[in-house]
T-cell receptor
């Protein structure tokens, strides 16, 4: 079953705007990762946040984690057309370190 | 840079055919994975391997088998292809056993079974 659920399912913004995507999960986790997938391609790792971290930055990306709400958000600032992609969260559950649980993804369109 | 390659980007096969999907990584990673990706269902793990000749079932192994004879190569086999196996197949590798380590994905194989 899919633990991670991203919302919105689809997002369309203009270049230069910020994009925020959310991921919710059901059980306690050790880590949460975000990946990007360009159309018809493989996934690329963006950032990992551990359960004891609340916020992490990488370039124009900012990820937050709220373990009390079992949710994470990915913020892309000053978006570019090249950010157009699908974004997935993946969690590894506490006590189960064998496989990641993937969300269904948010499809982001950045219009020039 | 880690490179994960998959043998085909697009593949068309007929129902009942035996299908081989090959995946090769060049970074001496211990773990390798096969996923399928379908609209509305996300990524689902078919099989993974944590060492040569070692394999473990994922969430949807039925109708599939795998082979890992060499560390760098992980093959997915559809013994008798069916139309419901039409999908995007993604291979990934990971350096070690730690689940928080990054997974590196290949470009995917889009398989159509007629």
């Amino acid at each position: 079953s899919q633990q991670g659920e991203e919302d919105p399912q689809a997002l369309s913004i203009q270049e230069g705007e910020n994009a925020t995507m959310n991921c919710s999960y059901k059980t306690s986790i050790n880590n949460l990762q975000w990946y990007r997938q360009n159309s018809g391609r493989g996934l690329v790792h963006l950032i990992l946040i551990r359960s004891n971290e609340r916020e992490k930055h990488s370039g124009r990306l900012r990820v937050t984690l709220d373990t009390s709400k079992k949710s994470s958000s990915l913020l892309i600032t000053a978006s570019r057309a090249a950010d157009t992609a699908s974004y997935f969260c993946a969690t590894d559950r506490a006590g189960n370190n064998r496989k990641l649980i993937w969300g269904l993804g948010t499809s982001l369109a950045v219009n020039p | 840079d880690v490179k994960v390659t998959q043998s085909s980007r697009y593949l068309v096969k007929r129902t009942g055919e035996k299908v081989f999907l090959e995946c090769v990584q060049d970074m001496d990673h211990e773990n390798m994975f096969w996923y399928r990706q379908d609209p509305g269902l996300g990524l689902r793990l078919i099989y993974f391997s944590y060492d040569v000749k070692m394999k473990e079932k994922g969430d949807i192994p039925e109708g599939y088998s795998v082979s890992r004879e060499k560390k760098e190569r992980f093959s997915l086999i559809l013994e008798s292809a069916s139309t419901n196996q039409t999908s995007m197949y993604l291979c990934a590798s990971r350096p070690g056993l730690a689940i928080q380590e990054t997974q590196y994905f290949g470009p995917g194989t889009r398989l159509l079974v007629l």
